[in-house]
Nanobody, 124 residues
Framework: VQLQASGGGLVQPGGSLRLSCAAS??????YGWFRQAPGKEREFVAG????????TYADSVKGRFTISRDRADNTAYLQMNRLSPEDTAVYYC????????????????????WGQGTLVTVSS
């Protein structure tokens, strides 16, 4: 099983990017987005269940980032708006076949599959 994360790039402060997470021919019960900034530990960004509306976000991105899905092509998305330099990081998508409860979505060890990461740089 492969997860393919894409959509990263260089964007100016205040700009937007949309990251994609595509699985090889299947969907999972829960998807998560994590990020790792230079010199920092990886942290949770957002998570959601493929079925239903259960979503959760880190406080640092609430109101700016939105996670969504496209059932037609089995792709999860992370829409990132009002980006700031503090959002600069390598972003990873993760997935598990299980439908996680909200309290576990932020745990890295709850996910079984990880994408390779896509770099987001916010700079003027």
């Amino acid at each position: 099983v492969q997860l393919q994360a894409s959509g990263g790039g260089l964007v100016q402060p205040g700009g937007s990017l949309r990251l994609s997470c595509a699985a090889s021919g299947r969907t999972f019960g829960t998807y998560g987005w994590f990020r790792q900034a230079p010199g920092k530990e990886r942290e949770f960004v957002a998570g959601f269940r493929w079925s239903g509306t259960t979503t959760t976000y880190a406080d640092s991105v609430k109101g700016r980032f939105t996670i969504s899905r496209d059932r037609a092509d089995n792709t999860a998305y992370l829409q990132m708006n009002r980006l700031s330099p503090e959002d600069t990081a390598v972003y990873y998508c993760a997935a598990t076949s299980r439908s996680l409860i909200l309290s576990t979505m932020a745990r890295e060890n709850a996910y079984d599959y990880w994408g390779q990461g896509t770099l987001v740089t916010v700079s003027s």
